[in-house]
């Protein structure tokens, strides 16, 4: 049923031309996860925000990554960096991009607070230490 339901949607996307295009350019998620890695990477240059932006850059290298390989990027990457050219592009893109980063982990630190309750601690963290008595 699920590849039925694949084939019609390919087909209509075919007949209708929408198809075509997305072979033209790289889908507006790829786009944005680019510019992501561009942005991350000029912050990154700054030693008090280093670390910070070596996540983001991972963050976003994986997710280009499991698209394909690396190197198909780099085009984008030339495209991109011509239209980026002004400080405010630049933190326009820096908020979006971190309003992401920040969503991101906020999801996981709430998936990890529930797999806590659910689960327990990992094995072998030590146990809480009880709270000194008070005299």
Known sequence: MRHAALAIATAAAVVTGAASPAFAQAPAGETNDVRCLMVLQVIGRDPNQRDQAARGIFFYLGRLGARGPLSRIEPMMIAESKKM????ILQAELGRCGAELNQRGGELQALNQ???????PPPGTPAPKAAPAKK
């Open 114 to 120: 529930k797999l806590q309750k659910e689960l327990g």
């Open 85 to 88: 050219n002004t400080p405010q």
